[in-house]
T-cell receptor, first 115, second 115 residues
Framework: AQKVTQAQTEISVVEKEDVTLDCVYE???????LFWYKQPPSGELVFLIR??????QNEISGRYSWNFQKSTSSFNFTITASQVVDSAVYFC????????????FGQGTTLQVKP | DTGVSQDPRHKITKRGQNVTFRCDPI?????LYWYRQTLGQGPEFLTY????????KSRLLSDRFSAERPKGSFSTLEIQRTEQGDSAMYLC?????????????FGPGTRLTVT
């Protein structure tokens, strides 16, 4: 069965610090997709990134970067020079089996960035 | 592109009453998903539609729950004889593709409180 584990429940940092959010997944599928979503206090989930299982290239988008390692089944997310606006709950997700596209979410990591 | 919309945003109901939620996906998106999110947890998959066909239902979706997507446009989720355990945020998402791996765009959710 698929599973996503985000072991860090809450992280608190001071503005401008770098922070890494961990995500470990389990799946028996050879083809799968991984996602990160942001849920700010307003509540609406915002898509951040998608990676497929055949592309282990790391990705950088502004202050955000993602490290995908199949060998350790991890898909970690780093925010560089954090800002107060980064405060939110971040979810890692994995596609379920059967080409349905349904997402299996982790429990989320609450990030608090203090000024 | 107006995004995914959901109505109502909040619903308070008494135990035993029926409630219905509506989701309007992004225009021309083929897939529509329903998730449920309880406090401190990640969203959990309930069901999804590909155009007007409901293709999968989670075990979380008891007989009291029913969903429709007539004509492959908007969708409704009805809960009959609500119970306090139904209190949660109900999220709708739509996706442009007919295969897995496409990102899902989420609506703002409907927060249900059963008293």
């Amino acid at each position: 069965a698929q599973k996503v584990t985000q072991a860090q429940t809450e992280i608190s940092v001071v503005e401008k610090e770098d922070v890494t959010l961990d995500c470990v997944y389990e799946t028996r599928d050879t083809t799968y997709y991984l996602f990160w979503y942001k849920q700010p206090p307003s509540g609406e989930l915002v898509f951040l990134i998608r990676r497929n299982s055949f592309d282990e290239q790391n990705e950088i988008s502004g202050r955000y970067s993602w490290n995908f390692q199949k060998s350790t089944s991890s898909f970690n997310f780093t925010i560089t020079a954090s800002q107060v606006v980064d405060s939110a709950v971040y979810f890692c997700a994995l596609t379920g089996s059967g080409n349905t596209g349904k997402l299996i979410f982790g429990q989320g990591t609450t990030l608090q960035v203090k000024p | 592109d107006t995004g995914v919309s959901q109505d109502p945003r909040h619903k308070i109901t008494k135990r035993g009453q029926n409630v219905t939620f509506r989701c309007d996906p992004i225009s021309e998106h083929n897939r529509l998903y329903w998730y449920r999110q309880t406090l401190g947890q990640g969203p959990e998959f309930l069901t999804y539609f590909q155009n007007e066909a409901q293709l999968e239902k989670s075990r979380l979706l008891s007989d009291r729950f029913s969903a429709e997507r007539p004509k492959g446009s908007f969708s409704t989720l009805e809960i009959q004889r609500t119970e306090q355990g139904d209190s949660a945020m109900y999220l709708c998402a739509s996706s442009p593709g007919l295969a897995e791996g496409y990102e899902q765009y989420f609506g703002p959710g409907t927060r249900l409180t059963v008293t």
